[in-house]
């Protein structure tokens, strides 16, 4: 049985981006499973259910349990590194690389090299992907999940004090003209719309649509675009993602 594992930063990265191909996949057999390296300690909180770091945190893991049941994968043992400085953390390589080594996957789903919208934990978590992957004696296949060019404009333009003076990333390089490989994820929108909800702590009036600015999620639950990180991987992937089709009716 294939397994594949997605890193994401915080909870309900995970929701957005890669929920409809871990419902596929789960749906034929995979084994998925799901870290967030941060426990999300320093969201707002919509739902007036934690109001200290600590409870925050333990409600977030919480949340990404319900999420993964809904997709069918499992919640892995977060780190629980500081949400807000993953690049500052010495210790983020080597959770990574222990998370990695410890799941063992045939596929690594994380975040793209623009962070969806250019979030520092985001970019932080890209890059301790890449070089633990790339210390790897035997890496896994890795994709990098994308989205169209400028789509996530406006929450670059919502999350703009934290993305650094000048960001990281510029808006036009966010999100890529054309994939390498696209996931039409109709057959599990619900799945992954259901995923979004169990995360209500980060949604204002418990809205699913609402954790973004207009029109993102809709745009969300058609299909998931994936970079490849490594050409020579393109044969072993195009067949892995031929198991993960055949669940779409």
């Not at 998925?32 to 320093?42: K, L, N, Q």
């Not at 977060?78 to 959770?95: F, I, M, T, V």
């Not at 696209?182 to 169990?198: M, T």
Request: charged share 20%; glycine share 8%.
């Amino acid at each position: 049985m294939p397994r594949i594992l997605a890193l994401v930063p915080h909870p309900d990265d995970e929701a957005y981006s890669v929920a409809g191909t871990l419902a596929l996949a789960a749906r034929v057999g995979w084994s998925c499973t799901v870290i967030a390296v941060s426990a999300g300690e320093a969201g707002q909180c919509h739902n007036g259910a934690a109001a200290d770091p600590a409870a925050l945190a333990d409600l977030r893991l919480a949340e990404l349990a319900r999420s993964c049941a809904v997709l069918g994968a499992e919640a892995g043992p977060s780190p629980r590194l500081p949400d807000g400085g993953l690049a500052r953390d010495p210790r983020l390589s080597d959770a990574v690389a222990a998370a990695i080594r410890a799941a063992a996957p045939d596929l690594l789903l994380t975040l793209g090299p623009d962070g969806a919208y250019g979030h520092p934990d985001h970019l932080a978590l890209h890059r301790a992907v890449v070089a633990a992957v790339e210390a790897a004696p035997a890496p896994p296949a890795v994709l990098f999940a994308a989205f169209p060019s400028g789509l996530f404009r406006p929450q670059y333009d919502l999350c703009r004090p934290i993305l650094g003076d000048p960001p990281a990333v510029a808006p036009a390089d966010l999100g890529v003209e054309r994939p390498d490989f696209r996931i039409p994820i109709a057959a599990v929108a619900d799945r992954k719309l259901a995923a979004l909800a169990a995360h209500a702590s980060q949604l204002p009036g418990g809205d699913p649509a609402a954790i973004f600015p207009p029109g993102i999620v809709p745009a969300l639950l058609r299909d998931e675009w994936f970079l490849l990180r490594c050409p020579a991987d393109m044969a072993r992937v195009a067949r892995l993602l031929l198991d993960i089709e055949a669940a779409c009716p």
